[in-house]
DNA sequence: CTTTTCATGTAACAAGTTACATGATTTG
DNA sequence: CAAATCATGTAACTTGTTACATGAAAAG
């Protein structure tokens, strides 16, 4: 539900292809809400017949060029004002749950694996910053909050992923 | 796909009815990995006819308890040794990446929120916490660190929405 | 002239949500 | 005996994933 007002949100920028929102889901919004090729094509299709969208261009190869509606405008502050955010799932964190499935050796091991991806994750987010040409955009400007938000969450992760190996009992190595 | 695993992985503890599985996943799994009833019935359906899971007992009102197999446990534990979480989707973040549709005002507004949720949350952890009835089993023990894990991302949470308000530019009033 | 990039669309399937439907047992 | 709780199941729909299918245009 939340892809159509990603759309929205970032056709307000200026108008763009399926194949140029494809582009920018791949590298800047895949932390924060992946999608798919077919499902952006798809969703697409759905909001121009529902007027909250216009091919307002075409170009080679079938390009067409969507932009935004007055009404989808008026849709996504309606969705940004009067609706909730939904919860939403954390698989590793799921996975910590079921821990006791396996020998503490192999937990610890899955929380230095948690530990060692934040820092990964950490170094992916500076690549990503150095990398895209921040513009004087609104997209830009929050984008860069979202991407301080995303620094933060991975040294958290890394922290508490550290935090926890030291609190499974038993020595390094041996047990169950 | 994770949600068979999160049962697999509760029945691993010890037997339990779908009913019982429900309740769990109101209170301590909601935030990690929310199920609904329906689900919860049909995937206990699906893994039982899968060899995953079988009835143990029956009980009052068509009650039946479900027990791990040994192909259940063996494939829990491929799925945690060998398979990689999956990319998360976070709502909250994608709004913010979106809040260049409202005036900086309604963006401040948003992050206040965001910062005030995030305490409530916090509370809501504080109290569950104190609710569980944590026994001597994996499931309250790794349960514990998962919680801890709420904990700090819900004080990083508030700390970054916090300084998020003050980087949006202007006054307190009046602009837009 | 071959490869890469640009560009779209759809079909089949899996996962998740909402709503409906039913009824036994326990508690006050 | 009325209400709350226990207990399960399924149908319709929405969302998301994987795979297939096609072809124009640009770059080397």
Redesign the pocket.
């Known amino acids: ?4 007002y990603a759309l929205l949100g970032i056709l307000r920028e200026g108008p763009a ?7 920018l889901f791949k590298v800047s919004l895949h932390n924060t ?7 952006i ?5 759905k909001l121009a017949d529902a007027g909250l969208l216009s091919v307002t261009a075409r ?7 969507y932009s935004l509606t007055d009404d989808g405008l008026a849709e996504l502050r309606r969705w940004l004002l009067e609706t909730e955010p ?2 939403h ?1 954390n698989e590793p964190m799921l996975r910590v749950f079921l821990l006791g499935a396996l020998t503490r050796d192999q937990a610890r091991e899955y929380l230095t694996y948690l530990e060692k991806r934040a820092a990964r994750f950490t170094d992916a987010l500076e690549a990503l910053d150095a990398d895209v040409d921040w513009d004087n955009g609104d997209l830009s400007f929050y984008g860069r909050l979202a991407l301080e938000y995303g620094k933060r969450l991975q040294a958290m992760n890394g922290e508490w992923a550290a935090w926890a190996v030291t609190q499974i009992p038993g020595a390094a190595a041996g047990d169950d």
């Open positions: 539900m939340s892809l159509r292809s399926g194949y140029d929102l494809m582009q809400w992946p999608a798919t090729q077919s499902q094509y798809t969703e697409l299709g170009g080679p190869r079938g390009r067409k060029e939904e919860p799932r």
